[in-house]
């Protein structure tokens, strides 16, 4: 089966870091490009960060660009989000997404998410 | 950097057909991507570049494109349609992806 499972996500203090990992499983890994796109309480979707299959590609939003690193072990099938300088509004549910290759590089496959919580 | 607007809530009686917008500047040039998010779960891929479905999607969804707006159109509407729908496209002069504000589907 075709699965991305999150993990990592807590309540932290602004200001801290936090490291959210995405282990996959059921594809080969290393051939597909992956995303974290993030949701706040209440909020719509918003995209976090891109890295390719080789991880020589990585792009960032702008909110986040600066404080937070993508990467990826594609040993361990595993996406990685150190998150630094968090602020209240990181406040979010975490989803790492993998682009398929069938889809044009539509987002196919979810994560359920991990909570990410940045309050004083 | 590039705006996809999607209004924020449609309502349709079931078994009528439910059509949500995403406009975005030449967005017809673009490949469009739509998601249903349902409370508490993560979002589903439903449509792809513009209009193709993967096949675990039923055939009630469809997309088409054209110069400044995207539409999802959901025909015979069912209760369990009622989500949230996000639009995206990829920004090639930011390298970015964009996801539309959401419009929320309520079956009444």
């Known amino acids: 089966e075709v699965q991305l499972v999150e993990s990592g996500g807590g309540l932290l203090q602004p200001g801290g870091s936090l490291r959210l990992s995405c282990a996959a499983s059921?594809?080969?890994?290393?051939?597909?490009?992956m995303n974290w796109v993030r949701q706040a309480p209440g909020k719509g979707l918003e995209w976090v960060s891109y890295?390719?299959?080789?991880?020589?590609?990585?792009y960032y939003a702008d909110s986040v660009k600066g404080r937070f690193t993508i990467s990826r072990d594609n040993a361990k099938t595993s996406l990685y989000l150190q998150m630094n300088n968090l602020r209240a509004e990181d406040t979010a549910v975490y989803y790492c997404?993998?682009?398929?290759?069938?889809?044009?590089?539509?987002?196919?496959?979810w994560g359920q998410g991990t909570m990410v919580i940045v309050s004083s | 950097s590039y705006v996809l607007t999607q209004p924020p809530s449609v309502s349709v009686a079931p078994g009528q057909t439910a059509r949500i917008t995403c406009g975005g500047n030449?967005?017809?040039?673009?490949?469009v991507h739509w998601y249903q998010q349902k409370p508490g779960q993560a979002p589903v891929l439903v449509v792809y570049?513009?209009?193709d479905r993967p096949s675990e999607i039923r055939e009630r969804f469809s997309g088409s494109n054209s110069v400044n707006t995207a539409t999802l159109t959901i025909s015979r509407v069912e209760a369990g349609d009622e989500a949230d729908y996000y639009c995206?496209?990829?920004?090639?002069?930011?390298?970015?992806?964009?996801f539309g504000g959401g419009t929320k589907l309520t079956v009444l």
């Open positions: 997404a993998r682009e398929g290759k069938l889809t044009n590089d539509a987002l196919d496959i």
């Open positions: 059921g594809f080969t890994f290393v051939t597909y490009e």
């Open positions: 890295i390719s299959g080789s991880g020589s590609s990585i």
């Open positions: 030449n967005i017809g040039s673009k490949s």
């Open positions: 570049d513009d209009r």
């Open positions: 995206q496209v990829w920004d090639s002069s930011s390298h970015h992806w964009v």
